[in-house]
């Protein structure tokens, strides 16, 4: 079974530069996560989407950032103008959620290597 | 979702059991306790969870105190590639929220 995809693995880019990062779920779930990760702060969530309807975007930096998921099998991050700081690795991650029951079972992608110059 | 601590490294002898602890004192009752682990840079791995009872799969064994103040982790037989940082988390809600983890290495 494929897992979750992303794409593109690795990004290098100039500052002020639109990225747009992608990813498809695994087939069947119903929530995305888009996590950030660096050596100073770790693991930090920045937005899930459940059933395609974003739920919690209060770890998006800044407006710069912005997410969507246009169907069950597609969500994409985008940032926009890129900054050094956003230098990072990005992870999605998708999930049954069975609201109650703590299945919370993610399934993360390999993630994309984003260096922002 | 409860906050947990951990210690930041540990080291192991392959083929030894690796026991990793974990403090979540202020779980509460609808808590469960997951853990994950990273190798390397790859994304973080699934590995098992719990509620009140410990818990077994291929992967791993999960020991939960009595009073769900602590858990332990343990790796029953470690090899070299279970050198990541493993996370423990309580949840109950939507969403997993990371720490720090511990950093397990595994020695010849």
């Known amino acids: 079974d494929a897992g979750v995809i992303q794409s593109p693995r690795h990004e290098v880019t100039e500052m002020g530069q639109e990225v747009t990062l992608r990813c498809k779920p695994i087939s069947g779930h119903n929530s995305l996560f888009w996590y950030r990760q660096t050596m100073m702060r770790g693991l930090e969530l920045l937005i899930y989407?459940?059933?395609?309807?974003?739920i919690d975007d209060s770890g998006m930096p800044e407006d710069r950032f912005s997410a969507k998921m246009p169907n069950a099998s597609f969500s994409t991050l985008k940032i926009q103008p890129s900054e050094p700081r956003d230098s990072a690795v990005y992870f999605c991650a998708s999930s049954l959620v069975m609201w109650g029951t703590g299945t919370g079972e993610l399934f993360f992608g390999e993630g994309s290597r984003l260096t922002v110059l | 979702d409860a906050k947990t601590t951990q210690p930041p490294s540990m080291d192991c002898a392959e083929g030894r059991a690796a026991n990793l602890p974990c403090n979540h004192s202020t779980i509460s009752g609808n808590e469960y306790v997951y853990w994950y682990r990273q190798i390397h840079s790859q994304g973080p791995q699934y590995i098992i969870h719990g509620l009140k009872n410990n818990e077994t799969n291929e992967m791993a064994s999960l020991i939960i105190t009595e009073d769900r103040k602590s858990s332990t982790l343990i790796l029953p037989h470690a090899t070299l590639r279970d050198t990541a940082v493993y996370y423990c988390?309580?949840?109950?809600?939507?969403?997993?929220?990371f720490g720090t983890g511990t950093r397990l290495q595994v020695f010849p």
């Open positions: 988390i309580a949840y109950n809600t939507d969403k997993l929220i």
């Open positions: 989407f459940n059933n395609n309807v974003p």
